[in-house]
């Protein structure tokens, strides 16, 4: 209890994801993808009322714990792909995702139907290509 209230004051706290999956985001979204910081227990998420993840340029901002986010394929490209398919070559700004969201609200903005696609079409590639870093990474520490 204690440690849930004192987690809950701190700021946020950026956490570096692991090999295996740097590896395969670099693979996947090029150099760029190493400049993304992750940070979890971000009060910055939380601000955004239901949201349980927000980014901005090179920033993943997490509502909860980075290993949860991690371990799901499906999130992690949907976020990473909102920072370097969209802010990083600016086409999504604070401005343009508030105008989005005010025409056609979250689920059908196109912000999100983009990354919902960009996460669906690139799935197996990404967990076939993690799977085969995870192993590259178990058979080094064996
Ligand atoms: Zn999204």
Not at 54 to 75: E, H, K, V
Not at 108 to 135: G, K, M
């Amino acid at each position: 209890m204690a440690d849930i209230t004192r987690r809950s004051l701190r700021p946020g706290r950026p956490v570096l994801p692991p090999a295996a999956l740097r590896a395969t985001l670099r693979e996947l979204f090029g150099e760029g993808a190493e400049a993304v910081r992750v940070i979890e227990y971000s009060w910055f998420a939380r601000l955004h009322l239901r949201a349980i993840a927000t980014t901005r340029r090179r920033r993943i901002y997490l509502r909860g714990g980075a290993a949860a986010f991690f371990a799901d394929p499906t999130f992690v490209l949907h976020e990473y792909f909102h920072v370097l398919g969209q802010w990083e070559p600016r086409r999504l700004s604070v401005w343009k995702y508030c105008v989005e969201h005010f025409r056609r609200g979250y689920w059908d903005n196109r912000f999100e139907i983009e990354a919902r696609e960009y996460a669906d079409d690139h799935r197996h590639r990404y967990c076939a290509l993690l799977a085969r870093r995870e192993a590259e990474e178990r058979s080094r520490h064996a």
